[in-house]
């Protein structure tokens, strides 16, 4: 190995960089990939260096495709970082390409390259700080990004087990305040309302749900008024009543009408929108949905802005406006017509 200088969270350290035999070097538990199978596992033992590969590999779509890159390319580009544990080395950043070098030294065995990874590895002397720079920096804007479940469960670790404030993490991450604790709590609620009844493997991949769920005002006021509680919201991802993460966004209006409420419960969302289509077009259709945005504007137009055109200040706006006047009279004698007819 040979020595190398470097900067990690502000600090200059001196790394080692060469290769370590795969037998030294152990998988990292804490890890955001492998924590997620062990917070949905019934079993309380120690997992083993085979389970927690196993971990990284299970409900992970992108690994056979790491694999292959990996093993087309003869190797991996970027070393993963290492740091010495007793009388072997723990993975700081790289758990899924050690993972991957396992699987390619079985499948050949005669091939020395793959006895071996290459790595940086961090000196006796190093701090926590050090690490979580070096996973954020990986993870979060690097050429391995987790995906959104794993980077909220790393947020929410440095936020409650290492004492990073939210403004430390903003600053580390560029993330907003808010985005950050929209992650951290649809986070907490996975974990504390939703996998203890709903572990299968691929479900933390309806992390968005509950990020959406967090984030919508609308949402949140219902949440306030008790028509809406994390329970419910649970049983009905759970059951598989949204199509997708956006889905969320237009809970609130569904939950708002007491028939599309029923046809959620009874049903699902899609049945759910087309009941409520029937008192609010605009709930399916984009077209009546601006319809309804533009009303909302012209009622809600500012003060100044309503005297400018009354004014004749604003000559374009008032064509447009006529013109709109023009296009909804137009149409509504159209469908009168029709109906004497």
Same mark, same amino acid.
């Given at each position: ?244 993460? /956006?889905? #969320?966004?237009?809970?609130? !209006?569904? =939950?708002? $009408?007491?028939? *599309? ?64 006047? /023009?296009? #909804?009279?137009?149409?509504? !004698?159209? =469908?009168? $017509?029709?109906? *004497?007819?």
């Amino acid at each position: 190995m040979h020595e190398r200088k470097v900067h990690l969270d502000g600090r200059e350290l001196t790394i080692r960089e060469g290769r370590v035999e795969l037998g030294d070097v152990l998988f990292d538990a804490t890890n955001p990939r492998i924590q997620f199978q062990l917070d949905t596992s019934l079993s309380d033992e120690v997992p083993t260096q085979e389970q927690l590969g196993f971990a990284l590999v299970v409900g992970n779509d992108s690994y056979v495709k790491l694999r292959e890159n990996i093993e087309t390319n003869g190797g991996i580009v970027n070393p993963i970082w290492i740091a010495p544990t007793g009388d072997a080395y723990l993975v700081i950043e790289g758990n899924t390409r050690l993972q991957v070098y396992l699987d390619l030294r079985e499948r050949y065995p005669n091939d020395d390259k793959w006895k071996s990874i290459p790595v940086f590895l961090l000196p006796q002397m190093y701090s926590r700080n050090e690490i979580n720079f070096i996973r954020l920096e990986a993870h979060l804007f690097g050429t391995t990004p987790w995906d959104a479940y794993e980077k909220a469960r790393e947020l929410y670790r440095l936020n409650e087990e290492e004492d990073y404030s939210i403004e430390r993490l903003a600053r580390m991450t560029k993330l907003t305040p808010s985005d950050i604790r929209s992650s951290i709590q649809a986070y907490r609620d996975m974990g504390e309302y939703y996998l203890s009844r709903f572990s299968d493997p691929g479900e933390h991949q309806k992390f968005s749900y509950f990020v959406e769920f967090r984030k919508n005002a609308d949402l949140k006021r219902l949440v306030k008024e008790g028509r809406l509680n994390i329970v419910d919201f649970c049983t009905w991802v759970g059951e598989g009543k949204f199509g997708r993460g /956006e889905d #969320v966004r237009r809970l609130g !209006a569904v =939950l708002r $009408d007491d028939q *599309a409420r029923q046809a959620l419960i009874d049903y699902d969302f899609e049945t759910a929108l087309e009941q409520l289509a029937q008192v609010d077009p605009a709930a399916t259709s984009p077209l009546f949905d601006k319809i309804r945005d533009v009303s909302a504007g012209i009622r809600k137009m500012p003060f100044s802005e309503t005297e400018g055109i009354r004014r004749g200040q604003e000559p374009a706006k008032v064509a447009l406006l006529e013109h709109l006047a /023009e296009t #909804v009279n137009a149409f509504l !004698a159209s =469908l009168k $017509d029709r109906s *004497a007819n």
